[in-house]
C-alpha cells in the first residue's frame, strides 16, 4: 500500500513540478505573473486530443504538435496581453491582473468551441491496461509521465546551464538593460521564454489528459491554482524550488487522500503555503527577491 501511494506521489508531483517549471521561469527571467498558464495546459491537451481524433495523427505525433502548439499560443499571447505592459515597465500586479481577463477570456472561447462536456483519447490511442510490478500496479503512461518529466526538466537545466543561449537567457534575468548593451537580444529572450514555458504547461495538460483519459476547458484551473502555491513555496523565481515544491505537494496530496481523508486533499496546497509564508517566506532555498531562473 505505501509503495503504490509513494509511486502516486511521484506522478502527481511529477505534473505539478512540470508546470510549475514553467511558470516560475517566467517569473524569473520575465518578472510577470503569468496566470494564462492554466489556459496553455489545457489548449495542449486539446490540441493534441484534435489531432488524434480528427487528424488522425500518431499519440506521439499529436503530442509534439499540442507541445509546438502551445509554444506558439505563448509567444502570441504575450505579445498581445504583456508586450504594453513591458515597454511601460508597468507594476508586477499589473500582468496579474491583464493575464486573469486573457484566461477568463480564452477559457470562456475554448468552452464555447468545445463545450464543456468531458473528451477523451480513442480507445486506441494508448493502453490503459495496468501494469504489476510487485506491490506496484500502475498504468504505462503513469511511467511514461515520470520518464518524460525527468527527461524535459534535465534538457531544460541543461540548456539554461550549459549554452550560449541560457546564458543570454540568464543575462536577461539578472539585468534586461544591461544585457541589450552586451548585445543580447531582449525580445529574442522574452519570445524564447514565453515560448518555452507554455510548451512545459502543455506538456504538462497532455500527460494528465492522457493519464486521466478526460479533457475539459477548465482542467487547469485547479492545477493553476497548485503551481501558483508551489512557485511561492519554492520561492519567486527559484526553479530548484519550483521542483522540489512540486514533488513535494504531490507527495503530502498523496498520503494526506490516502491516509488521513480524500476531502481534505483539496486544502493541502493552501496549507502548505501558508505555513510556508509563515516560516519560510523567501522559498525553500532562501529569498526568492535574490534569485532569478
Known sequence: ?????????????????????????????????????????????????????????PLWGAVALGVVGSAVLG????????????????????????????????NSLMNLMFGAEVRRFPAGALSFEAITLGPLRA????????????????????????????????????????????????????????????????????????????VQPYMGESLMLRGFAVIIIGGLGDIRGALVAGLGLGLLEVMTAGYVSSTLKEAVAFSALILALWLRPGGLFGWASGKRA
Open 1 to 57: 500500500m505505501f509503495v503504490q501511494q509513494l509511486f502516486n506521489a511521484l506522478v502527481l508531483g511529477s505534473v505539478y513540478a512540470l508546470f510549475a517549471l514553467g511558470f516560475t521561469l517566467t517569473f524569473g527571467v520575465l518578472r510577470v505573473i503569468n496566470l494564462m498558464y492554466g489556459f496553455y495546459f489545457a489548449a495542449g491537451a486539446y490540441l493534441a486530443l484534435f489531432a488524434v481524433q480528427e487528424l488522425a495523427v
Open 75 to 106: 509567444v502570441v499571447c504575450d505579445g498581445l496581453l504583456l508586450s504594453r505592459l513591458r515597454a511601460t515597465k508597468a507594476p508586477e500586479l499589473s500582468s496579474l491582473m491583464v493575464t486573469l481577463g486573457g484566461v477568463l477570456l480564452f
Open 139 to 214: 498504468a504505462p503512461i503513469q511511467f511514461i509521465i515520470i520518464a518524460v518529466v525527468f527527461v524535459l526538466v534535465t534538457a531544460v537545466f541543461l540548456f539554461i546551464a550549459r549554452t550560449r543561449i541560457g546564458a543570454a537567457l540568464r543575462a536577461v534575468a539578472e539585468r534586461p538593460d544591461t544585457a541589450a548593451l552586451m548585445g543580447v537580444n531582449v525580445g529574442g529572450i522574452v519570445g524564447l521564454t514565453s515560448g518555452l514555458s507554455a510548451a512545459l504547461a502543455g506538456g504538462a495538460g497532455i500527460l494528465v489528459g492522457l493519464n486521466l483519459n478526460a
